[in-house]
């Protein structure tokens, strides 16, 4: 017969008297010697199982006894009223924990008190056994109160005793679970044993005891299906977690406790290799469910209406629709509230069935006092420290940059990136220079501009900007302009930072402004450009606009890259040649920030800066010397002309850029020309290239074109210039000082 252990208290009381105490029961005992002791309590737990005296034993592995000092301020209460005593009074307080078996909790015990509790957090732990200390004894008169004083501390020990056939199979045995739920499943909770504790956020929701407590009592008193319904990182899944760990716990010593597993749509189904099989493998699941009193968990709730079948008639929703009418299946699962009403319009049938939760985002308050439960869980955990100046100046950041999620997961997730780093470097101190750091490598954005206390001057922008843009003195100053409206937090919060039309011909800086402006907002510790331009001519035709927002198996390209990369500039060049529709799905885009599909999915260009260019009215222009009046007038009707005024009155500024001049062409040139130190022949070797002014001229006068404007320059660089180089290169010494030169047409070198 199975063997059982109780954790067993033990006081000295004189040389020749022991007192025991058996954790998790009110049975104490005493004898004259430990070992006496541990005998007398066996003996009676043993008769007490036969008895059925005793139920089951404290479930937590490897026990531990700890000492806490509680101050408390005891008081007389009569019917006149409450008399406190001077000062406080300490009481030791002696405390057995460990992990409950087979559960993601712990349990603790304060045997002379008579009370039990669990927890999820062992950063919680002190501060509950103060609670319960405080509220027993603030509730006993002082003379009542003495009996809880320990002059003496105990130590722990441990019985065993032949378990009770009696016992529940949750404490002795596993229940046998069906291999279809193995296979197609996760029970939860999660074991503590295996977690992987570095790389996984705690599953706890912080300042959300009451919608625990709600959905808790909804789970244990009814049969019904529940959706938390709510934007992405306000916490449903969290929330999930914590309200399964409370379920478990209050029917862990039912003869059928609730059983809770998770699974995906596509998981669900994954077995399935035959026409009609996945209606099989759900029959299984819905079987093997009812057999451990199971509910199932679906965290792509709504991506069951778009598999199984070709429609969503046929879809797996629709096929266990008649299951959940029958109170055969109970599901719960979260949604975001577009995909609720697009859910109501593909099969509203099946969202019937389910009560839905609202689920609203933390207040600030809240969220902050979210930000340091995890701070403590960091620093029990991890022994990593977050000083509080780092913590206000992580909420602060994160509250005003990062629009596409919602408070607490945003805040969380960039201090565990924080905590990440700071662990990978064996740093144990997170200040508010790491948290500077750290987020200009999170977001891209410079830290000028996360500093409210470094003012950023007009002279420096456009010091900056008029280094890469030529010729265009007024787009200068509008770019300086957006730039100092973002640090001053003066941006619409619900828009995309900047939605811009760059007008003007080919070849005058359209392209070269928008990489300027991506450049400054978000290249800082970033490793690719945050630059995403694309050609607006591929989206021609109706048909198109799944290429750019996606279908349900994967993502369009714009949706795609937005959602990877929300701190980017989005270019999309040539923005009349796309069709119409397109201009339709970027109307609540450029208003609202946020583009939603058919399938009710979400895509927030809130940190996104949206640049279109275009050439119209550009075809009218004289190139050098045409005049910037009239070339700013002519693009603007011809724009006005071509767009509807509900798009165009949606772009926050078009900026029109003018024909270059011949001074600016040959500025451009000396750039362009000057990048060819960064290629990796001339870096690898140190040398260093000199241009004389006539090669400049030449380069300029060849390259430059009415028609084009500055872009043939580059081809002309490569023609002339690059070939001679390498002509020179494999011949010469490599190394020092080369100067390029242009006599009479030609190319020198020296």
Known sequence: MPMTHFPLLIWPIDENT???QVVGTDYSVMDNSPGALRKSAAEFLTKAFKTDGVTEPPQIDNPILVFYSVSVQMTYREKSGIYPLPGNNSFNVAAVHGDARQEDFGQCFLPLYNRSFYYYDKTQLKSLIEHFVRDIIENTSPEDAMQYRMKVLPSLDSIKVQASPKLSASYLNEPQIPAILKETTD????????????SRLPEVAWEREKEVSRLVSKILSNKDNIILVGDQGVGKTALWNDVIKAARRETKSDEQPITVWRTTAQRLISKAKYLGEWQEICDEVIEALASVNGILWITDLADLMHVGGESQEDSVAAYLQSYIAKGQLRIIGEMRPQQVEASRALLP???????????????????SK????????????FSIQVSNDALDLSFQLVSRYIKYEKSPGKHVSFLSECI?????????????????RIFTGYTGLPEILLRD??????EDLMRFFSQKIKGQDPILKSLCSIVQTFKSGLNAPHKPIATLLFAGPTGVGKTAATKALASYFFDAGQSKHPLFRMDMSEFQHPGHIVRLIGDLDSPGKLVQHVRSNPFSVVLLDEIEKAHPSVFDALLTVFDEGILTDRFGRVTDFRSSIIIMTSNLGSNKSKGIGFSSNSTSEVSMTAIKKFFRPEFFNRIDDVLSFQALSKKHIIAITRIEMERLAERDRIKDNNITLVFADRLVDFIADIGFSPLYGARPIQRAIEKHVVRALTEYLQSEELGG??????EKDQIKIR
Not at 370 to 381: F, G, I, M
Not at 426 to 436: F, G, H, K, T
Not at 453 to 458: C, G, H, K, R
Not at 737 to 742: A, P, R, Y
């Open 18 to 20: 022991y007192m025991g």
């Open 370 to 381: 979210v930000l340091r439960h995890y701070a403590k869980y960091a620093d029990t955990n």
């Open 187 to 198: 029970r939860l909770p999660i074991p503590n044993k295996e977690r992987k504790t570095l």
């Open 737 to 742: 000082v080369v100067t390029l030169d242009c």
């Open 420 to 436: 990440k780093q700071s662990a990978n470097t064996q740093r144990s101190v997170i200040n508010r220079d790491d948290i500077i």
């Open 349 to 367: 049938s099946f969202i019937h069935y389910f009560e839905l939760t609202m689920i609203s985002e933390l207040d600030p308050a809240a969220s």
């Open 453 to 458: 206390n470094i003012a950023l001057s007009d």
